[in-house]
């Protein structure tokens, strides 16, 4: 006993100790260390997070991060390095290093001193929310030193001092391929510079949104060997005498939604390949804004195209094409369902060392099938965009005739056995339609029972009309009606009738009687207000309670004599069911008869119903009969009124008795099994434990 009581005092202690490394900041849940920093060194932890909890400096590199999955987290303490040598605020050559919360400044004026510097294989890292100035001679706030796939956002840097930058990408080393910086992401990044902006030394595929970034007595934007970059809602400032944008041996370089500003807003030497600014404002102390030794330039704007009918109403589908000044198409495409282009990209000219070459003035056109061409904004000249409410607009006239169309239901000469029916119509036209009407006379009187001012072309409406009164002569059409035009459909017929029929049983036989043959006439009749669409005589003359008679050509109140033969002796049910021309149904109640014939054997006890052969009908009409005792009854027939009378036609059913398991007699004795057997475990279990100690 005392082992155990042993054990449980260890693994308790155990969970108390991990509880307070927990609460102390030594261990984390989430798979990686916290440690607290309160002085520059080397971080070399891997999977830990580093929380810095006071300012701390350097004479040269102030944290080091040499292990992966670090965190660096300052908490808005600050970093002051190079106090006295060069060096780095952070330097990593660790994959997936993060570095946040951070303001890193230079203590001194070294030459070669970086905010942070993330070497070649430092990639996948973060760095987020920090603040960087650096004050020496070719320093820089962040250095990517050939790391890709990097994410900088919300950060801020300013630096002082000849060729410094607040970004660096690439390395020194120029004819070195192998350390360019690549498919970075830069979001909310400013720089506020004495001397340039950001300096991209070989660096592709690198995105930059929404960035802000100035230059006091250099270049902004320097780019040499960098291609296939993007730069987004980016404001680019070189001043009133450098350049917004310079560039050497780069291409496909892309400026969207930004501003360009310095002497020249972009200038391309030799090898500058091809650099395309679209939706960019461009401010420049030169004339023509800017200056190309080399490459080509493309500028181009957005154009939103709405192409409308005469009556000022939108075409969806309608085919838009663009041609330039030399009649080149450059656009085919269709409006959506508002009759809008949306943000068509357009050239305005291609710039290269020889000359500017325009593609503007642009002229636009549409066409759809049952419109014909009208008028459009004319020739334009694209030399900013032409969006939203400055849309160009394309007008065409509408060839197409309107119509109204019915749809399946309800068909002509429809007849219902419901008050309420559902109408299906529509208007066919190209343009909008100015209201669509449902006429009906349900109510004695021509005129509208329907209309709506909001209608949707081609658009099919299903409208229920309610309360509708028996008649057989009900019409229904539709109008449709727009500006300068209108059209009717032509009459369709129907008829509603709720009342049901009416069902009769003749004078023979009367209920109980008894046949010494085996043939019976039957009398039958159904009367309806208007027509009836069969009469039908039940009987369980065969066995079986069904339909032993019908006549779908039955003139309406007239009686029938229908004979049967073949009937064996025993006891049958009869009686007649009427069913008028929309599905109105009605029937008798049910009357009994008994075939007792002498000569025959006696029927076999409890086998009433009789269980004859097919029957063979007799019919006679008897138009001028007069049917004594005529009885109508108008109740339902239900399953009680399909089988023989009781006690001598009822097929009595005999059930075989079904034997109940109480399973709770089988899981009982398992479960006292169980139990016994795990208190035998535990009692050897506690007498071992006990001769032990």
Not at 144 to 153: C, Q, R, V, W
Not at 206 to 225: K, P, Q
Not at 437 to 444: D, F, I, K, M, Y
Not at 461 to 486: D, E, F, M
Request: glycine share 8%; hydrophobic share 30%.
């Amino acid at each position: 006993m005392k082992k155990g009581v042993i054990f449980v005092s260890v693994a308790l202690a155990i969970v108390i100790v991990v509880c307070l490394m927990y609460l102390s900041g030594l261990i984390s849940l989430t798979g990686f260390s916290i440690i607290d920093l309160s002085s520059c060194g080397t971080l070399d932890s891997p999977n830990t997070i580093y929380v810095l909890t006071q300012n701390v400096s350097s004479s040269g590199t102030c944290m080091n991060i040499t292990a992966s999955n670090v965190t660096l987290n300052c908490q808005g303490f600050t970093i002051n390095f190079s106090n006295s040598n060069s060096g780095a605020g952070v330097y990593s050559n660790s994959t997936n290093t993060t570095v946040k919360n951070c303001v890193i400044i230079q203590g001194s004026e070294q030459e070669d001193s970086y905010g942070i510097e993330f070497s070649i294989s430092a990639n996948k890292g973060t760095i987020d929310n920090n603040s960087i100035t650096t004050n020496g001679t070719s320093s820089y706030g962040i250095y990517l030193n050939g790391a890709d796939n990097n994410t900088i956002t919300n950060t801020n840097t300013t630096s002082a001092g000849d060729f410094s930058w607040g970004m660096y990408f690439g390395s020194s080393e120029y004819n070195n391929a192998t350390d360019s910086a690549d498919y970075n992401n830069v979001t909310n990044f400013k720089q506020n510079g004495d001397y340039g902006c950001v300096y991209m030394l070989k660096g592709n595929y690198n995105n930059f949104v929404n960035a802000s970034v100035r230059g006091l007595r250099y270049d902004c934007l320097y780019l040499v060997r960098a291609s296939n970059n993007n730069f987004t809602n980016c404001y680019i400032d070189g001043n009133d005498w450098a350049c917004a944008v310079i560039a050497f041996s780069t291409d496909q370089n892309s400026f969207v939604n930004s501003i360009l500003t310095g002497v020249a807003s972009i200038c391309l030497y030799p090898t500058a390949g091809i650099y395309n600014l679209t939706n960019c404002t461009m401010h420049s102390v030169l004339s023509d804004r800017n200056f190309i030794n080399g490459g080509q330039l493309n500028v181009f704007w957005y154009a939103d195209v709405y192409v409308n009918d005469s009556n000022g109403n939108a075409i969806d589908t309608a085919n838009v094409s663009v041609t330039d000044i030399n009649l080149i198409l450059q656009n085919w495409s269709l409006t959506n369902s508002s009759g809008y282009i949306q943000r068509l990209t357009l050239r305005e000219y291609m710039q290269n060392a020889t000359a500017q070459y325009f593609d503007t003035n642009y002229t636009f056109n549409a066409s759809k099938t049952g419109y014909s061409y009208d008028s459009d904004t004319g020739p334009v000249n694209l030399t900013t965009n032409y969006i939203g409410s400055n849309y160009i607009g394309v007008t065409l006239t509408d060839n197409s005739a309107l119509t109204a169309l019915f749809g399946t239901n309800p068909v002509n000469n429809y007849n219902s056995n419901s008050s309420s029916i559902t109408f299906d119509f529509k208007c066919s036209y190209n343009s909008t339609v100015s209201y669509i009407q449902l006429w009906t006379n349900t109510t004695g009187t021509w005129k509208v029972n329907y209309t709506n001012s909001s209608y949707t072309n081609n658009t099919w409406l299903n409208i229920t009309v309610s309360g509708i009164p028996n008649n057989q002569n009900h019409k229904w059409a539709v109008y449709c009606n727009t500006s300068g035009s209108s059209d009717w459909t032509g009459n369709r017929t129907f008829g509603v009738d709720t009342v049901a029929p009416v069902a009769y049983q003749g004078t023979n036989p009367v209920n109980n009687y008894t046949s010494s043959i085996s043939s019976v006439t039957f009398d039958i009749k159904c009367t309806d207000n208007v027509r009836i669409g069969e009469i039908e005589l039940y009987s369980n003359w065969v066995g079986t309670w069904e339909s032993v008679y019908s006549n779908s050509s039955y003139t309406n109140n007239t009686w029938l004599n229908v004979t049967l033969t073949g009937g064996s002796n025993g006891n049958y049910v009869w009686a007649v069911v009427c069913t008028d021309y929309v599905g109105n149904t009605n029937n008798t109640g049910n009357r009994t008869l008994i075939i007792s014939v002498p000569s025959s054997p006696a029927p076999p006890a409890g086998g009433g119903g009789g269980g004859g052969g097919t029957p063979t009908q007799n019919v006679t009409n008897q138009t001028n009969q007069t049917q004594e005792n005529e009885t109508q009854n108008l109740g339902n027939i239900t399953e009680g009124n399909k089988t023989e009378e009781s006690g001598n036609g009822n097929d009595n059913k005999i059930e075989s008795p079904k034997i109940k398991i109480n399973y709770l007699w089988i899981i009982f004795p398992v479960a006292v099994i169980i139990v016994i057997v795990v208190l035998i475990v535990i009692f050897s279990r506690i007498k071992k434990v006990s001769s032990d100690v």
